[in-house]
């Protein structure tokens, strides 16, 4: 699978002025199933690296800070 090269609209959206991956956090990478979340390198905050998310929410409900939100589609709700 090839990896995101820039931002585009995915379910997993991370708030970077609350993501605290910088200070060492990785929760959302540890809990999510599929490691589709990654830290980047450049900014040291988390981001979802692969576009396969189950709509699980681990992510979203271990988070710290509450940074990370899954946008679940319309349909599935």
Do not use: F, H
């Amino acid at each position: 699978m090839p990896l995101a090269s820039y931002q585009t609209q995915v379910p997993v959206v991370v708030d970077d002025a609350k993501c605290i991956a910088d200070k060492g956090c990785t929760v959302c990478v540890d809990v999510c199933p599929l490691d589709v979340l990654r830290i980047s390198d450049m900014t040291g905050k988390a981001y979802m690296a692969y576009d396969e998310c189950w709509y699980c929410m681990p992510c979203e409900a271990d988070c710290p800070t509450g940074a990370v939100t899954v946008n679940i589609p319309y349909l599935l709700r």
